[in-house]
Every structure is written in structure tokens, then in C-alpha cells.
């Protein structure tokens, strides 16, 4: 039993590394891929009001089974994360699930073969812990990603807008600019770059230019990017000067990273305080005081001989 045990271990940790690997490995053509499901069910188009269906192959089958048991608005904001945190592979839900369910799996059996001698209290207790950290610790690696996926497009929008009003002043076409811009901005910033091709390509695939900028805007969840799509609308829509509104709107954005940067300087100071409190004070007390409170023991020791 004890081997099968051993096996069974072993054969849920490998699972479990298959599926992080696949997971967070990148796809080849990403785009090619999103473009494709774009008919069949639009990636980012928030809830799905369908219900999922057998077969279709074994990752489509444990979705199916895991929404069956109640578990659909638990695979729909799990996926509306997955996409905002900008891991949008075909099969990334059903790779982040079986991760889930398989290191949920292998932490409960590890305590209860931890605990085996254990009284039933202490199994209890060991038990909870690992039902705890199996379902949270994974929610909270998937939110990590998200808020910085966030991040590293929100850094991004001054000067990626700076650069696209640059290039839509020398005349070129809306399509045309953000495509030399992503090309540009694709080693500096890759994740906003990736997300203006990906704009271009479902406009070039048939798609409304504002059905686009709509998912774009679903799939990062930032309110400066839906202010962004809302501008380009409107200024495609009445001729306005879009270069104009951009340079503006880019000085606007530069102007709130700044203020968001010194409302984290001026935090730091509170945030430091708990630290010092709790870790440098007391080692600074005893560094100080102990040996004077030694000295002192031992004159009075002397004395009282």
C-alpha cells in the first residue's frame, strides 16, 4: 500500500508540472490562434451565456464535468482572470483547473499521510490547512499575475500613445499606425504591443473596429485603454484630429503615473513601520541594553559576594 501510495504521489506532482509548464509556456502564433476562435465563441466577450457540452476531447470533457458539478461561475471568473492577466492559450482554463485540483489533491493526501499517526485534532488541523492553502494559493499566484499584467500595460500607455499620435501625424491610416507601433514598442512593451496587433488583426479579419477596441478593453479591464478605444471612436466617427488628442491624452496619463508614483513613495514610510517595529527595534534594544544589563548583573553578583 505503501508503494501505491508512493506512486500515486509521484504521478500527481508530474501532472502537476505538466500542466504549470503548459500553462505558462507561450504559444507559437497566439494571434493566429485568438483568430480563429474569434467566430466560434469570442474570447473576451465577459460571461458565456451557453453552458458547456461533452466531448470535443479530454480537456473539454473535465470542463464539462467540472461545470456539471457546479462549478460554472467558478470556470467563467477563473477564465475572465486568465485572459486580464494576458494567459489566453486555447486550453489555458483547462490547464490552470487540472493545476488547481491536482496540487488541492496533492497537498491534502501529503498531510494526511504527514498526519497518519497523528490523533484525529491534529489530522483536523493539518487537514484544514492544506484544504486552505490548496484552494487559496493558486487564486492568489493568478490574481499576482493579473494585477501585473495591469501594471505593465498601464506603464506603457504614455509613451506607446506618444508614439502612436507621432506616427498618425505623418499621414498614415489608424491600422497602419498601430501596427508600426506594435512593431516598435514589441521588445519594450511587448504586452500592449501584442494587444494593438491583435486589435488590427480582427479588424483586418472582418471584425467592427469598435467590436474590437470592445474586447480590448474587456480583455486588459483598464479604464485609461477604455478612454483610449472611446477617443479613437469618436474621432473616427466625427474626422477629428486624432494626433492632437492623443499627444494630450499621453501627457495626461504621464502626468498619473507620476502622481501614482509618488502616492507609493509617500506609503513606503507607513509600510516601513511594521518592519521596524516588530524586526529592528527589538534587535537594537537587546544590542544596546544587554550588555550594560549584564554588566550591571554581574557588579551586583560581585557586590553581593
Known amino acids: 500500500m505503501i508503494i501505491l501510495y508512493f506512486i500515486a504521489i509521484f504521478a500527481a506532482l ?13 504559444t507559437e502564433d497566439p494571434l493566429g490562434t ?41 470556470l467563467r471568473e477563473t477564465e475572465r482572470s486568465l485572459t486580464t492577466s494576458g494567459v489566453r492559450r486555447k ?9 488547481q485540483v491536482l496540487f488541492f489533491l496533492t497537498l491534502v493526501l501529503g498531510m ?11 489530522k483536523m488541523g493539518g487537514l484544514a490547512a492544506a484544504i486552505l492553502l490548496g484552494y487559496l494559493l493558486p487564486q492568489q499566484i493568478l490574481h499576482r499575475l493579473e494585477k501585473r ?44 504591443a501584442s494587444e494593438f496587433y491583435t486589435v488590427v488583426m480582427q479588424v483586418k479579419a472582418g471584425q467592427e473596429r469598435s467590436k474590437a477596441f470592445n474586447q480590448l478593453v474587456k480583455r486588459t479591464g483598464i479604464e485609461d485603454i477604455k478612454s483610449l478605444a472611446a477617443m479613437i471612436l469618436q474621432s473616427e466617427k466625427f474626422g477629428t484630429s486624432l ?26 514610510a507607513l509600510k516601513m513601520t511594521f518592519p521596524i517595529v516588530l524586526f529592528i527595534l527589538p534587535v537594537l534594544f537587546i544590542v544596546a541594553l544587554v550588555p550594560g544589563v549584564l554588566s550591571a548583573l554581574r557588579d551586583m553578583r560581585s557586590m553581593g559576594r
Request: aromatic share 10%.
Open 14 to 26: 508530474a501532472l502537476l508540472l505538466w500542466s504549470g509548464v503548459q500553462l505558462m509556456q507561450p
Open 34 to 74: 485568438r483568430l480563429e476562435e474569434l467566430q466560434a465563441h469570442a474570447m473576451v466577450s465577459g460571461t458565456r451565456v451557453s453552458k458547456r457540452r461533452a466531448g470535443g476531447g479530454f480537456f473539454n470533457n473535465f470542463l464539462y464535468l467540472v461545470s456539471s458539478m457546479g462549478g460554472e461561475d467558478y
Open 91 to 99: 486550453n489555458a482554463l483547462a490547464y490552470y483547473v487540472l493545476f
Open 112 to 122: 494526511l499521510y504527514l498526519q497518519r499517526d497523528n490523533d484525529w485534532s491534529n
Open 149 to 192: 499584467y495591469k501594471e505593465r500595460l498601464q506603464l506603457a500607455l504614455p509613451d506607446t500613445i506618444d508614439l502612436l499620435g507621432i506616427v498618425l501625424g505623418t499621414g498614415l491610416a489608424l491600422d497602419q499606425a498601430m501596427t508600426r507601433v506594435s512593431e516598435e514598442m514589441q521588445y519594450i512593451y511587448p504586452e500592449l
Open 243 to 268: 494626433s492632437q488628442a492623443l499627444k494630450v491624452y499621453a501627457d495626461a496619463l504621464r502626468m498619473r503615473r507620476r502622481l501614482r508614483a509618488e502616492t507609493a513613495a509617500g506609503k513606503v
